[in-house]
């Protein structure tokens, strides 16, 4: 027995390897399947950028156009650079005007051709992710320049008006107060959308668009919050939805340090195809893991659709098959910001003490992983008296647990867009519980085979269980079956499948290709 709370060893790494048993199908599908995202993302990497007059992206038009004259399967790096050298040009955006006046058509080349053309794509590439090196190095240099947040865990808020011009002061205002990690939640339906806006953006509905020139802007402005502050603050954004591997890369170019990016969640909760996430999530963490991007999963999301007591296992599976997806795709254990959330309904009896088993579990399963706690926001009311002491009760969970990450409640959660003044509030009291009991995790030991032992115990072994079964059957078949978060998702249905090819046998990406070797 180990740790404080006297888990089975054995029974952990069942767990594990139960988890690499129902995971490995699902990394064989996305190492042998391309989607147009991914392709999208490897030309963004080779110097694509900018949209046409109707603010669709040229990296857009330019992939449409090879997949309407050769298909998606073969990769769009080959036929793009060889069509760039038969008109004899040297820029990729330029080609892709031309492809989109229809005056060039694109071919699978053979033979020299194709040489050729797999070595400038390459070449192409390479500089792309060589200037995403180079932001991580930036990163370091800052970090070891103003410092890290003295406490643990960080302090995480959120801040979206749906004007970047309004989000930067009001992000500011929040590093001053005490936030160590600004997330910047993207608009209403972006998820959805099958390219990246571009440009500053000032209307978006219940958060702000995620572009290139939106992260620019944030992470310039948090730089200047870090100078005046003397610690570093992290800026989040969402690398999720239609548009996956091509948040991750922008995020690497525009220097971001978090991302949410999740296995499962758009799957489950946005319809898009099994297969389209599972492909798309693979290369993303490919792109995090060599930009050192902290990644936030999103188990919380479950537990707003099924009860967070019967479906516990559920959360705990989910956060193991993150974790191989994660490590497979070469993300270090310090970079998986595991989700779980308390969500238990308060009138439940031992409620407190059902989410501290909750989260000591997740924390002793994943003893380096820095973890995100998410705050109650499903049995939040319109009482904000009660809405804060349910917070408070959440931070100091937190605190008694030893979290990594800590999203900041707001006493109006899911009730109205949060005021300034909320979370100032709400601010206040996170600084007081972590600075009264920020400590209390070295202290705080459960009872021998007490409740809370017991509680968490039940809960791996019935996670266990569940991996068995999904073993037996395939994690496509149980998501299909509604498994997680009680939603329902086949494999051959969704949004975006339309946009996922089988690879051919002369399938090229430069940048996979470039990932998957040592850095």
């Known amino acids: 027995m180990t740790g404080k709370l006297g888990l089975d060893p054995a029974l952990v790494g069942r767990a594990r390897e139960l988890a690499r048993r129902a995971g490995q ?40 156009a090879v997949v309407a004259d050769v298909g998606l399967g073969h990769g769009v790096a080959v036929p793009v650079f060889d069509a760039l050298a038969r008109e004899g040009l040297s820029d990729v955006t330029l ?71 309004e989000d930067i002061p009001q992000a500011q205002a929040a590093a001053r107060a005490g936030a160590d990690v600004i997330a910047v939640i993207r608009s209403t339906g972006q998820s959805l959308l ?18 290139q020139e939106n992260f620019r802007l944030m992470r310039a402005a948090l730089d200047s919050s870090s100078r005046e502050l003397g610690r570093y603050v992290r800026l989040t954004n969402y690398a999720s ?21 999740d296995s499962m969640y758009g799957i489950l ?75 238990i309904n308060p009138d439940v009896s031992e409620s407190l003490r059902l989410e501290l088993a909750h989260a000591l579990l997740a924390r002793e399963l994943f003893p380096d992983a820095p973890l995100k706690w998410m705050p109650p926001t499903k049995h939040m009311t319109g009482d904000v008296f ?7 009760f959440f931070n100091l969970v937190g605190a008694m647990t030893g979290q990594g990450i800590l999203l900041v409640g707001m006493m109006t959660e899911a009730v109205v867009t949060p005021w300034l003044s909320d979370r100032d509030i709400a601010l206040q009291n996170v600084r ?52 997680f978060g009680i939603m329902k998702r086949p494999a051959d249905r969704g949004k975006g499948l339309d946009g996922v090819a089988r690879h051919e046998g002369d399938y090229y990406n430069p940048a996979t290709e470039i990932l998957e070797q040592p850095a």
């Open 95 to 165: 080609l892709a005007q031309k492809a989109a006046a229809g005056s060039v058509r694109f071919a699978v080349p053979s033979g020299r051709a194709a040489t050729a053309a797999r070595r400038a794509s390459r070449r192409a590439v390479a500089a792309g992710i060589r200037r995403i090196d180079r932001r991580r190095a930036e990163r370091d240099r800052l970090v070891r320049r103003f410092g890290d947040p003295a406490q643990r865990p960080w302090i995480y808020l959120i801040v979206a008006t749906g004007d970047i011009y």
């Open 269 to 343: 909760f946005r319809d898009i195809n099994p297969i389209r996430t599972f492909v798309d999530q693979r290369f993303s963490r490919q792109v995090h893991a060599r930009a050192g991007i902290i990644i936030n999963t999103g188990e919380d999301n479950y537990l707003t659709t099924a009860d967070a007591v019967d479906e516990a296992h559920t959360v705990t599976v989910s956060q193991l098959l993150n974790e191989f997806f994660a490590h497979e795709a070469g993300l270090a254990d310090w970079q998986l910001g595991l989700g779980h959330a308390f969500e």
């Open 25 to 64: 199908p699902v990394v064989d599908l996305a190492r042998s399947h391309t989607t147009v995202s991914v392709e999208r993302a490897v030309l963004r990497l080779a110097g694509v950028s900018g949209a046409d007059p109707d603010g669709i992206p040229w990296v857009n038009r330019l992939v449409d």
């Open 241 to 261: 939805g239609l548009c996956m591997p091509e948040m991750a890369t922008l995020a690497g170019l525009e220097r971001l340090d978090m991302m949410l990016n």
């Open 432 to 483: 007081y519980v972590l600075g009264a009991a920020g400590g209390l995790h070295e202290d705080f030991v459960p009872a021998s085979g007490g409740f809370i032992q017991q509680r968490a115990r039940r809960v791996l072994g019935e996670a266990v269980d569940l991996l068995e079964r999904i073993g037996d059957q395939s994690l496509l078949t149980a998501i299909a079956e509604g498994t």
């Open 194 to 211: 099958d390219y990246v806006p571009e440009g500053a953006t000032r209307e978006g509905f219940a958060g702000t668009y995620a572009t």
């Open 386 to 392: 009660r809405g804060n002491l349910l917070d408070g």
